[in-house]
């Protein structure tokens, strides 16, 4: 955080000072609220959860080298004393983040893609300056401030994910944290039932180019309209990012290689360069150009910034990541999360890396569609179709049979299972060692049959045990939540699979 001593923040809290023995201590570390987060020097802030009381943690974190705790009950040692703990650290958050008048601060929201291209951005950023960004995907009224208490002191961007569940909340978040730039990227399905629909998405998305000043830069995506739109909200200066020609910052001769990966030519006002993404999917090809429009619009060179989104890792798990088995089966998990136009990217990008190889994707259930729900399972099972995918199985209940059963009615195989466990088992069956390219898979019945049950599959392929294959996938669907002990939105992702010469290749969207 902001240096700052015990005594400035426990007036900025409106709180009392408990056994500190020097209110003048300077602090500068971050403040956290998981214990096992604790560091020398920062501040632990004591919340009580719905079954964890933060308080019971207090001595361990102060015997860990917190400095002080923020706390709303009684804790033994140096205590700022509040009445509520949220209250107070959203108080801190906003007064440290006025203070940083040396910082780009940059919000990042849309649909889809928040956390991917934050995590662009932060690694494009850091050739240019010290750069602090939001982890993984605290997008929240809580991450948000988090996140700023977390920035050390030395920093010029920081990044922040900022997201909406509905409309007033950006308000809220850029109320609290005042912006220097802002990026728009998309405003999709994703969400659109919490919302009431793709307009009241926009109105609410907006709102994070309505707070910019006028020397604000705002970095908006000029192909889609709800998006370019927002420029009559801002009276900042528009960077536009797009395939579109009327974008400043865009992309030429755009292709993907066998892994999927997209490949382009970054063209911006000042100048153009190759960039070779190790993101895969040619969804990330929008993400990279909203990051080189706002690397640009700060001064970034472009040359180094095509470099350094040819160097970009994910950072963030679940997100097409690509895990190779070691028995030629590689998997790509893409569950962390899915929407209709991430699913829909994710069936791209397998249908890219297959190289005609078998096909097959495993697809969960998508959340928070409202009145789209049906329609939007079906058209992904739509897409398979279209995409002329080998095998989809759907996982769950009437959603996943939407999907399941457009996929049949396009003439592809599906099947519908209850559960990651039986996709898991399934997807042992399907996956007969040895199956080359041009080879078709061990699926029972005819491709338009209605939800052929898993014992059919396995009548075809007695011997096919494939524990490997199995352990990921019941791995990654169980990282993603599909497990309902774990995660309240069953089967909220989407997983796919292409078996090659001898290989088999399992990707995930
Ligand atoms: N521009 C994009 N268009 C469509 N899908 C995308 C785009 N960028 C990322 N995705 C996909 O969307 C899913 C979620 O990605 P990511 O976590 O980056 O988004 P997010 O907006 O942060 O999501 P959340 O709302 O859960 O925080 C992933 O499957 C990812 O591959
Ligand atoms: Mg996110």
């Not at 352990?471 to 089967?491: D, E, N, R, W």
Request: hydrophobic letters at 45%; aromatic letters at 2%; one cysteine or more.
């Amino acid at each position: 955080m902001v240096p700052s001593t015990l005594r400035e923040i426990a007036q900025v809290v409106g709180g009392t000072l408990e056994r500190v023995s020097d209110p003048d201590l300077v602090v500068s570390g971050p403040v956290v609220i998981d214990s096992r987060q604790v560091q020398p020097g920062c501040v632990f802030a004591a919340f009580v959860g719905e079954h964890v009381d933060g308080h019971l943690f207090a001595g361990q974190a102060l015997a860990g080298g917190a400095v002080c705790v923020l706390a709303s009950r009684p804790v033994p040692g140096p205590a700022i004393m509040v009445a509520d703990t949220l209250a107070a650290v959203t108080a801190l958050s906003g007064w440290m983040a006025r203070r940083m008048t040396a910082v780009t601060r940059i919000g990042v929201t849309g649909s889809s893609g928040k956390t991917s291209t934050k995590d662009l951005l932060a690694q494009v950023l850091r050739g240019h300056g010290c750069t602090h960004a939001t982890v993984g995907s605290q997008n929240n009224e809580l991450g948000v401030p988090l996140t700023v208490l977390a920035t050390p002191p030395d920093v010029r961007y920081l990044v922040l994910e900022m997201g909406a569940r509905g409309i007033g909340h950006l308000a809220y978040l850029t109320g609290l944290v005042p912006l220097d730039a802002a990026i728009v990227l998309n405003v999709g399905a994703a969400h659109a039932g919490e919302f009431g629909g793709p307009e009241a998405t926009a109105q609410a998305k907006g709102e994070l180019v309505e707070a910019l000043p006028a020397d604000g830069i705002a970095v908006l995506n000029a192909d889609d309209p709800l998006v370019a739109a927002m420029a009559q909200r801002t009276v900042a200066s528009v960077t536009w990012f797009g395939y579109s020609p009327r974008a400043h910052v865009r992309a030429e001769h755009v292709h993907l290689d066998e892994q999927g990966r997209a490949g382009f030519v970054l063209i911006t006002p000042s100048g153009k360069a190759p960039v070779r993404l190790r993101l895969i999917g040619e969804h990330h090809v929008a993400n990279a150009l909203a990051v080189a429009a706002l690397a640009h619009a700060v001064g970034q060179d472009v040359d180094a910034t095509a470099c350094a989104l040819s160097q970009a890792m994910p950072l963030s798990g679940g997100r097409m990541q690509r895990h190779d088995l070691g028995d030629g089966t590689t998997v790509i998990d893409d569950a962390y999360n899915a929407n209709p136009d991430s699913v829909a990217a994710g069936l791209r990008a397998l249908l890219a890396m297959s190289a005609g190889r078998p096909t097959v994707a495993v697809l969960g259930q998508m959340a928070e569609l409202g009145d789209r729900t049906e329609a939007d399972h079906r058209a992904i099972g739509v897409l398979a179709a279209e995409l002329g995918l080998d095998l989809v199985i759907a996982v769950g209940g009437r959603d996943a049979a939407a999907i399941a059963d457009a996929a049949g009615d396009g003439g592809v195989h599906h099947r519908l299972v209850a559960d990651p466990t039986a996709a898991a088992a399934l997807l042992d069956e399907v996956l007969p060692a040895g199956a080359g390219a041009g080879e078709g898979l061990p699926l029972g019945g005819p491709a338009g049959s209605r939800r052929t049950p898993a014992r059919a599959v396995s009548s075809h392929h007695p011997g096919g045990d494939r524990p490997a294959a199995r352990q990921a996938v019941q791995g990654h669907l169980g990282i993603t939540g599909m497990s309902a002990t774990t995660m309240p939105v069953v089967c909220s992702g989407t997983c796919a699979m292409t078996s090659p010469r001898g290989e088999r290749t399992l990707v995930g969207p």
